[in-house]
């Protein structure tokens, strides 16, 4: 999967087309990812005798398939390439202005 978490996305798909958020949780198995203040869902919790009934709003899975990575360059929403760099590890770079999308950590 090429979106990881922090990235910023833009939803191309479904009832929250064309939003923009942080990904919180990348489920990489699933294919899946949490992004914040989008696919909101309300659960119901029964009241009891030590507490009242309420309403939790949460931010459910959505496939990942349904975002497309921000570029934090040009931004615009753009699908993820790869550079080897001379390490001989992966960069994630933008497909449109061919800039890197993570961040260099240097040892």
């Known amino acids: 999967m090429k ?3 922090n990235d910023q996305i833009v939803v191309i798909t479904g009832k929250d087309k064309g939003k923009k958020g942080k990904v919180l949780k990348a489920m990489t198995k699933q294919n899946k990812v949490v992004v914040e203040k989008i696919n909101l869902k309300t659960k119901h919790i ?3 005798q030590q507490k009242a009934g ?3 709003q949460f931010e459910a ?3 990942a398939s349904n ?3 921000v570029c934090p360059h040009c931004d615009k929403k753009t699908r ?3 550079k080897k760099l001379a390490t001989g ?3 994630r770079i933008c497909k449109k ?3 890197t999308l993570d961040k260099i950590v240097k040892k």
């Open 80 to 82: 993820v390439g790869y």
């Open 67 to 69: 975002a497309m990575v």
């Open 89 to 91: 590890k992966k960069q």
């Open 54 to 56: 309420e309403r939790i």
């Open 61 to 63: 899975p959505m496939n």
């Open 46 to 48: 029964k009241k009891t």
């Open 97 to 99: 202005c061919k800039e």
């Open 3 to 5: 979106i990881k978490v």
